[in-house]
Every structure is written in C-alpha cells, then in structure tokens.
C-alpha cells in the first residue's frame, strides 16, 4: 500500500530526469534530443497527476515536487534550448542572455499557481508547459530544417528580445486560459467545453495541413500552441465587451 503511494511522485521524478537531461542534451547542441526529452517529459507530467487522481495519493510533497520539476522540464530546458540556438545563429552580448529571462518567468508563473485556489477549470496565464511547446518545437523544427522561413529569425535581435518578452508576460498575465483536461463535470453545452472541442478539431487540423505541406512534424505542435493563445486571447477580448 505504501508502494502505491510513491507511484505519483516517481512518474514526476521521471519527469525531472527527462527535462535535466535535455538541460545536458542542449548545452551539447543536441535540439533534437533536447525536444524530444521535454515531450517525453510532459508525457510523465500528465501521467503523474492522472496517476494521483486514480490512485488518490495526493501529498504536499508530490505537489512542490511536481512544481520543481516543471521548472526544469518547461522552464529551464526551453530557454537554454532558446540560448544556445541564438547563440549558434551567431548572436553576441546581452541579446544571447534574454532567452533566459523564461526561466525566471516560468518559476513566477509556476509559485502564482500553487498559491491560487481559483486556478481549476481555467488557468490564470499560459501554463509552463504550453510556453515550453511553443519555445521548444520552434527551436526543434529551425535546427532540423535548416532551410526553414523562421531559421533566420535567431539571429534578429528584435525577434529574440520580443518572443521572449510575449511568452514571459503571457506566463504571469491575468488572462484565462482553458485546461485540456477534459472532466466527468464537465457539461457538453459549457464555453469551456466547447473551445476544448474546438483545440482538438484544430490539433487534427494541424495535423492534416502539416502533411499536405511536407513540413517538419514539430510544426503541428508549433501552430497548434500558438492558436490555443490565440484562441484564449480572442475569447478574453470579447468576454470582457
């Protein structure tokens, strides 16, 4: 019985491992690895909560272990991902650093959430996992397709400083942003419901345009995060008037 409790925290700690060892992955100019091991990472971070829904081992423990490892796995990894490809682009200064303000970010985004009890149906700000995917599978399809339209962006200044300024104030914002979890709760007539519906409609959408195109897998990951913010944005616009 005991055994059983510990599941949780050990699919976490697997986590940690994928996202440290991606840490190693992308300081030794591996991307491609590096993306896959944070993949692998939120894989062990939806299991890890899952597993303590069905098992019902929930911890003070398993919940500060669980914040850790996503600074890590979302938050460190992605932005030396960031770093050492602008760094590789041939960017020098202060410029090759600003990628590394996404950690800082990710560690506010992360201490907000633990101490807000309102964040269940609807998150507060871009969770750490969704602004690793974007980050992530970007730097990913740039170092496996090298001539991709966007290889040339590490190397731009503006790009830099302002990718990383939007996915840091995204993380720390105010605006709702739905979980993808889907709940026995849930009402199929409910917004949430729906827009839920609607991401995976457009997941599958992604999917089909990427392969009608010949284009690197990793941009179905790519366009399908960027339009889950463009959808949480839109709707904030127009609940708000």
């Known amino acids: 019985m ?5 599941i949780p925290n050990t699919i976490t700690s697997m986590n940690l491992l994928c996202g440290t060892v991606g840490v190693i992955c992308a300081f030794d100019g591996r991307a491609d690895l590096a993306f896959l091991l944070m993949l692998a990472a939120a894989v062990f ?114 790009f830099i400083i302002t990718s990383t300024v939007i996915l840091s104030a995204l993380m720390v914002c105010r605006i709702p942003m739905f979980s993808m979890k889907f709940k026995k709760s849930d009402k199929a007539e409910s917004p949430l419901y729906k827009m839920r519906l609607a991401f995976i409609g457009i997941f599958c959408a992604c999917i089909v345009l990427v392969a009608l195109l010949g284009l690197n897998w990793s941009m179905i990951i790519l366009l399908s995060f960027v339009i889950y913010v463009l959808m949480n944005v839109i709707n904030a616009v127009f609940t708000k008037k």
């Open 2 to 6: 005991n055994i059983v409790r510990h």
């Open 45 to 158: 971070d939806f299991c890890d909560g899952w597993s303590a829904r069905m098992l019902k081992a929930y911890s003070p423990v398993g919940k500060e272990l669980d914040s850790m490892a996503d600074l890590i796995s979302f938050g460190l990894l992605p932005a030396v991902m960031f770093h050492t490809a602008v760094c590789n682009a041939g960017v020098t200064g202060i410029v090759k650093f600003i990628p590394l303000l996404l950690v800082v970010f990710s560690a506010l985004r992360l201490a907000k959430f633990n101490t807000d009890d309102t964040q269940t149906e609807n998150f507060k700000g871009l969770a750490t996992p969704a602004s690793a995917m974007i980050t992530g599978s970007f730097i990913y399809n740039v170092t496996c397709s090298q001539d991709s339209i966007m290889t040339g962006a590490l190397s731009s200044p503006l």
